[in-house]
């Protein structure tokens, strides 16, 4: 893709979006490298009889963009151009789950976020005391007939 985009534009005015290109590439080619099942399931731990995995969430996202551009044709300034790109991405994991076999069971230990039930606990709370609130004014505003 980057030989032809390379063909078809000059080589010294858009070396830059060549290599742009190359390192979008690059970057991306990393992150799909984190899309495997060995960053979903940890190495194996082996403790006597019981055999542990663990196992994890992976999130990625990424974004790019580009631009390109001359001076326009009020200025008819000859030095006039442009050019500009970012990007930029993240990748979250997080455990998730045990996976715990022994020679007679296999069982799923889940993995407890304890901090993000308590978030979203309170802010649950706050929605519905916020509810009761405008409720109780609404019904005191009512004409009464």
Do not use: C, W
């Amino acid at each position: 893709m980057v030989e032809e985009i390379a063909l078809n534009q000059s080589p010294q005015k858009d070396a830059p979006v060549v290599k742009s290109i190359e390192s979008i590439q690059e970057t991306m080619g990393k992150f799909l490298e984190t899309a495997s099942v060995n960053a979903v399931y940890g190495e194996p731990i082996q403790n006597g009889q019981t055999l542990i995995i663990p196992a994890a969430e992976i999130v990625s996202g990424f974004g790019f963009g580009m631009g390109y551009g001359s001076g326009s044709d009020e200025g008819s300034n000859d030095n006039a151009g442009g050019g500009g790109g970012g990007g930029g991405g993240r990748i979250f994991s997080r455990p998730v789950a045990l996976i715990i076999a022994d020679n007679e069971h296999v069982r799923i230990e889940p993995v407890l976020d304890v901090t993000k039930i308590a978030l979203a606990a309170l802010t649950a709370a706050g929605f519905i005391f916020g509810m009761i609130g405008r409720m109780s004014s609404a019904k005191k505003a009512l004409p009464k007939g």
